[in-house]
């Protein structure tokens, strides 16, 4: 296995595709990709999204295995979806009665409407994953620069991603402690989870509140102040790596004019609307 | 005997924000990201609307001790956990208000009634209980339901489902954290150089 490289969510190989992209790249498809899902209605597009968004996984040389982590959260999504729809639905004359349980009726619309945005939520959930996936702290600091984001907020973003992963350590510790002291939160029960938290949240605040007296000083001694550096004209040296190519004006102009194009065209005609689905002429 | 007013700012006594509260701002961030996806993972109800999430415990605390930086970092923390458990991003921006709300309101609450973050009577108690747990948590939910609503995510008729999913899921951990965590750390908090006295310092 070639080498790798840490993304937000996990690891990707070095010679991933999506490295020749600059992070502003990445971040504006976060940003303007994600919007798709919101805008069109049609669940026809959304599954062609969806499918494109597998394709980019695959070429991106994603694992898959990440999407996997999300299993649970599809599931429950589903069900949370099909119950809210189908119990808390509503209910107009005009409705077609599928199945009626007492005072319930299940209805063809409420399924239909479900339906459609659970596959939304699937194609703007692939996005986000994507992202966190093909990602690192340094890419999301470097795409904020690049958009001219003050370099106090970027400092502060990288701060914040930077702090989770010291949070995660953290949080791993303090579990490893309560195991050594025969507390194993994994096997117990959810109510009993709930009662215990505690033991781990507390400590969790105490260790940040603690470290931020290093960070504080680690900042003071980089000559980091809230109106920017202490010192103007110094090198941006994380911008300097990266370069801009042709491939990411490309990218950059055709996901901004799709955006523009669904934004009009439904505007003017409606065309991703809802009723202009298949599933509407059922 | 008088009580002490944690809130009061002493002759000579300068306090201005610095890095110091930077660095509390991305602490409570990660903190807040972990104890929140802890939260979105353990009862998913949709669209990052969980039926426990310990997060607001963070954000009601972390807004009482360090004041507006507090309240930032429960504004932000959510939109990172709730996208590593699996929102979508739109879906993230809409809770934004309800966050910021979420933190806001135990602040102004307790700065104003100049409660002790130590909960050191009934009236602090009382306090929390109202404003850190109730008020803010189903203003909150208003706010969230209304937008997923207007987005066309949920139907008028499961509002009540999502809207009680939400205060009580919230509810909850923040009145049992939040009260261990007050009573645990407040003692050290108030002494510590990020506690914020007024708004930013």
């Known amino acids: 296995m070639g080498k790798m490289k840490r993304s937000l969510l996990g690891y990707l190989p070095e010679e991933s595709p999506i490295f020749m992209l600059h992070p502003l790249t990445r971040l504006l498809f976060l940003l303007v990709v994600s919007a798709y899902p919101m805008l069109v209605e049609i669940p026809e597009l959304n599954v062609i999204g969806i499918l494109f968004m597998f394709a980019i996984f695959k070429y991106g040389k994603v694992d898959l295995g990440i999407i996997k982590n999300y299993k649970l959260a599809f599931i429950n999504l589903f069900f949370v979806l099909a119950i809210a729809y189908t119990f ?17 009726k299940i209805c063809w619309e409420n399924l239909r409407w479900a339906m459609m945005v659970y596959i939304r939520l699937i194609f703007a959930i692939l996005i986000i994953i994507f992202f966190l996936s093909t990602t690192r702290e340094r890419d999301v600091v470097v795409g904020l620069r690049s958009l001219r984001v003050p370099f106090s907020l970027c ?26 002291r025969a507390l194993d939160l994994s096997a117990l029960p ?3 989870k709930v009662k215990k938290f505690g033991l781990y949240i507390v400590p969790l605040i105490a260790l940040a509140i603690r470290r931020s007296d290093e960070v504080s000083n680690a900042l003071d001694s980089r000559g980091f102040k809230l109106t920017g550096l202490k010192t103007e004209g110094r090198t941006d040296y994380v911008t300097s790596k990266y370069r801009f190519s042709t491939r990411d004006y490309v990218l950059i102009v055709l996901m901004i004019v799709f955006l523009v194009g669904i934004i009009l065209v439904n505007w003017r005609y409606g065309l991703f609307n809802a009723e202009n689905s298949l599933l509407f002429r059922v | 005997m008088e009580r002490e007013n944690v809130w009061e700012i002493k002759p000579g006594e300068v306090r201005k924000p610095g890095s110091i509260h930077v660095a509390i701002l991305a602490l409570l961030i990660g903190v807040g990201a972990v104890a ?31 004041g507006l930086w ?34 806001l309101i135990p602040l102004l609450a307790f700065k104003y009634m100049k409660l002790d973050p130590r909960l050191t009577s009934a009236k602090d108690y009382i306090g929390y209980i109202i404003f850190g747990v109730i008020i803010n948590n189903i203003i909150g939910a208003a706010w969230a339901v209304t937008a997923l609503q207007a987005i066309g995510l949920i139907t008028v008729e499961s509002v009540p489902l999502f809207f009680s999913g939400w205060t009580i899921g919230n509810g909850i951990p923040s009145l049992i954290f939040g009260i261990i965590l007050l009573k645990a750390l407040s003692p050290l908090v108030v002494k510590h150089r990020a506690f914020c006295k007024g708004w930013l310092a």
Do not use: C, H
């Not at chain 1, 973003?157 to 402690?177: K, Q, V, Y």
């Not at chain 2, 929140?36 to 607001?56: K, Q």
């Open chain 1, 155 to 180: 400092y502060m973003t990288g701060l914040a991603l930077r702090s989770i992963g010291l949070s995660l350590i953290d949080f791993n510790t303090i579990r490893e402690a309560e195991k050594a």
């Open chain 1, 190 to 192: 959810f109510s009993e």
């Open chain 1, 88 to 104: 808390f639905g509503g209910y107009r004359p005009e409705y077609r009665v599928l199945v009626e349980l007492g005072p319930i």
């Open chain 2, 36 to 66: 929140g996806t802890f939260g979105s993972l353990s009862i998913p109800l949709g669209y990052g609307v969980t039926g426990f999430w310990p997060g607001v415990a963070v954000q009601a605390v972390g807004s009482i001790w360090f």
């Open chain 2, 70 to 103: 507090g309240v930032a970092a429960g504004f932000l923390f959510p939109f990172i956990s709730n996208s590593l458990a699996g929102a979508p991003l739109y879906v993230s921006f809409a809770y934004l208000p309800s966050n910021l709300l979420q933190g």
